[in-house]
């Protein structure tokens, strides 16, 4: 499975930014797509997962700004990123999991958040 993100860029601090990512085609059910971010120096962290039944789940730092969704086309996953902070700042990846619980990474996109 290949991933394709989009949408990084440089936005200012209460501004915000959409993430796109699109899975190739899989002969597996990609059953779990996320968004993961990292900055030089730290773990890569979840940000916000979402799974083919629905469910979703948000760090902590996100909830109420940031909103994952399933796009219309198949194995598409979208992060709407809003009233985004300077601490936002990182490298955005995206992920899926597939019914063979293999994870899948994207390249990964930067958002850098200005003050």
């Known amino acids: 499975v290949q991933l394709q993100a989009s949408g990084g860029g440089l936005v200012q601090a209460g501004g915000s930014l959409r993430l796109s990512c699109a899975a190739s085609r899989s002969d597996f059910t990609i059953n779990f797509m996320a968004w993961y971010r990292q900055v030089p120096g730290k773990q890569r962290e979840l940000v916000a997962s979402t799974t083919v039944s629905g469910f979703t789940n948000y760090a902590d730092s996100v909830k109420g700004r940031f909103t994952i969704s399933r796009g219309n086309a198949e194995n598409t996953v979208s992060l709407q990123m809003g009233s985004l902070k300077p601490e936002d700042t990182a490298v955005y990846y995206c992920?899926?999991?597939?019914?063979?619980?293999?994870?899948?990474w994207g390249q990964g996109t930067l958002v850098t958040v200005s003050s």
């Open positions: 992920a899926a999991r597939t019914s063979m619980n293999i994870l899948y």
